[in-house]
């Protein structure tokens, strides 16, 4: 599975943001997707994830209330979303999508192995 994030930017304190992460087809169906983020120096963390057959998602405790993760079947192509608002500094970081099977759990990094280049998302205050 090829994955694509984009939408990543400048923007300041309070902004939003959508970052979309696309694959070709109906790629997705027994998947879990996934964002994470990476700030320099920091561990790469989850940010959220959804399970693509039922839709169940699942949110650091930092991304509830904030951010929402979302699903786009078309025909010819899948798309999951990330819906940031309330933007903070501390969000800065390069953030990517990845996916995984439906098995094990959906917070475990090592799970994902389906990783696509990150877009990178600077906070300003």
């Known amino acids: 599975v090829q994955l694509q994030a984009s939408g990543g930017g400048l923007v300041q304190a309070g902004d939003s943001l959508m970052l979309s992460c696309a694959g070709p087809g109906r790629t997705f169906s027994n998947y879990v997707l996934g964002w994470f983020r990476q700030a320099p120096g920091k561990e790469r963390e989850l940010v959220a994830a959804?399970?693509?057959?039922?839709?169940?998602?699942?949110?650091a405790d930092f991304a509830k209330g904030r951010f929402t993760i979302s699903r786009d079947n078309a025909k010819n192509q899948s798309t999951v979303y990330l819906q940031m608002n309330s933007l903070k500094p501390e969000d800065t970081a390069v953030y990517y999508c990845a996916a995984k099977n439906r098995f094990g759990s959906v917070y475990q990094i090592s799970e994902y192995d389906n990783w696509g280049p990150g877009t990178q998302v600077t906070v300003s205050s």
């Open positions: 959804i399970r693509w057959g039922g839709g169940s998602t699942y949110y």
